[in-house]
């Protein structure tokens, strides 16, 4: 019962110049959270290009319950 949604707006045959791997880990890290704490709904990745092409930025969000305003958030 769990949608995936995969938002690229970044063209096609972008090529990014980075640590393959640190990036993998990082996606995997989120979209694996997201996953884990949303039990129905969608977890979702965004993908785009900064402005002038000089970098990119991801977005993981989902329809899981979220941190409440009074749970404190560890800083690491």
Do not use: C
């Amino acid at each position: 019962g769990l949608d995936f949604q995969l938002d690229n707006q970044a063209p096609a045959r972008t090529r990014v110049v980075g640590d393959a791997m640190r990036l993998r880990q990082i996606l995997l890290n989120l979209l694996g959270n997201a996953i884990k704490f949303t039990s129905d709904g969608h977890v979702g990745l965004r993908i785009g290009l900064e402005p002038g092409g000089r970098g990119v930025w991801l977005e993981v969000s989902d329809t899981g319950p979220g941190i409440s305003p009074e749970q404190p958030v560890r800083s690491v």
